[in-house]
Structure formats: C-alpha cells, structure tokens
C-alpha cells in the first residue's frame, strides 16, 4: 500500500481519533483491506488533532480527555455520556461536530 506524507497526493485519507481502544485496531486492518484490495491506491493517515486548530483542536483534547475521565464514573461519566448522545441524533453528527469538524471538513 503505497503511503503518502500529502494529503493532497493521496487517493483516499483516513482520518484517526487516537481516541479508544480498539478503534485505532480497526482503523489498521481497514487500511490493510483496502491495500489488499487495491494494492496501487496512494493513501493517506492523520489524525484529528494534525488536522484541526484553534477551538477544533482544543476540542478534540476536551473529548480526548472525557474519554479517559469518562471511565471512571461519577459525574464526568454522566457528561461523557450526554455529549455522546447529544453528538449522535443527528446524521451530521450534532450541534458538537459544528466546531470540532471544522477542519475536517475543510481537508475534504
């Protein structure tokens, strides 16, 4: 699978959380289907916190760090939890993918 450093050389960018356990997992052996399948395909990886700045970025640390606090229980759980719910009604994501895709949406 031919790697690319540019998103813009890229034919198909995966974009990572770096948020979870087994995602970054899943995220891997995605990208090693599609190598197999399309072996001469240039990709691309980042991550949400290279592509995003100012109040994006800073988002997405706020989310990185509900994520670990979240497992803990107790109140920051409860908010975890709520923002989860809040963020997934809606097909876009919700009123939270507004600031933190920003720059996502920009890239793409």
């Known amino acids: ?16 959380t770096e948020i979870g356990r087994g995602h970054p997992g899943y995220l891997d052996g995605t990208m090693a289907r599609v190598a197999a399948i399309c072996p001469e395909l240039p990709l691309h990886r980042t991550d949400v916190f290279t592509a995003s700045r100012g109040l994006a ?19 920051v759980t409860s908010l975890y939890n709520r923002l989860r719910e809040l963020s997934s009604g809606d097909s876009d994501g919700g009123p939270a993918m507004i600031v933190l895709g920003r720059d996502i949406r920009r890239l793409a």
Do not use: E, N, T
Not at 1 to 16: C, N, Q, T, W
Not at 57 to 75: F, H
């Open 1 to 16: 699978m031919p790697l690319v450093k540019s998103i813009a050389d890229a034919r198909l960018v995966f974009i990572d």
């Open 57 to 75: 970025k800073a988002g997405w640390r706020g989310v990185r760090w509900l994520y670990r606090a979240g497992g803990r229980g107790g109140m």
